[in-house]
């Protein structure tokens, strides 16, 4: 299992996370998303309307909890039968508020219902920034059979740590796995 060290110890390399949050996102030629971890090439009420031409979303290199804020675990897991790539959206946080995350899986569905490029950007979860040498491309939408998370396949080699994981039963339903 990977574990990030814990506060003053180096993590990933910082020196790749040089982009602030808005002006990554605008690089990539979508709208700066504020405080959400999203954004489209349109405004939300056009993209719900079918007129977004492009999803790009936050990727963190690892998750924290509010109740153990220092125990910091890899974001991105990578199969270890297939070697594939893949980042795991819970569709709920105990303990938080999960606005962002609902409005979060309401953009993937639009995203992946209207076949949009999909793009992921790696953001540092110490320095808030994000690096512009790390987008992903979404291969792929896997939704857990319970409802309670989805996977998104990640195409080509993460440039940070990732836990390596039996990951079948998100690989044998993902149509870019077939």
């Excluded at 990933?12 to 990539?28: C, G, M, P, V």
């Excluded at 792929?140 to 039963?169: K, R």
């Amino acid at each position: 299992m990977c574990h990030a060290p814990l506060h003053n110890e180096p993590m990933t390399d910082k020196s790749k996370f040089t982009s602030e949050h808005n002006a990554a996102y605008l690089q990539q030629d979508v709208l700066a998303p504020g405080q959400r971890w999203y954004a489209f090439d349109v405004l939300m009420p056009l993209a719900r309307k079918g007129h977004a031409t492009k999803f790009v979303m936050t990727l963190w290199n690892y998750h924290q909890t509010k109740t153990a804020p220092v125990v910091r675990e890899c974001a991105i897991r990578k199969d270890r039968a297939s070697g594939s790539y893949w980042y795991r959206v819970a569709k709920e946080k105990p303990g938080v508020n999960n606005n962002n995350r609902k409005s979060l899986w309401s953009a993937i569905d639009i995203a992946n219902n209207d076949g949009l490029p999909m793009f992921g950007i790696l953001k540092d979860v110490q320095t808030k920034r994000c690096s512009l040498t790390d987008i992903y491309p979404i291969a792929d939408v896997v939704y857990e059979q319970d409802g309670s998370a989805l996977w998104l396949l990640l195409d080509g080699e993460v440039g940070c740590e990732v836990e390596v994981a039996d990951l079948h039963h998100v690989t044998a339903a993902s149509r870019a796995q077939a």
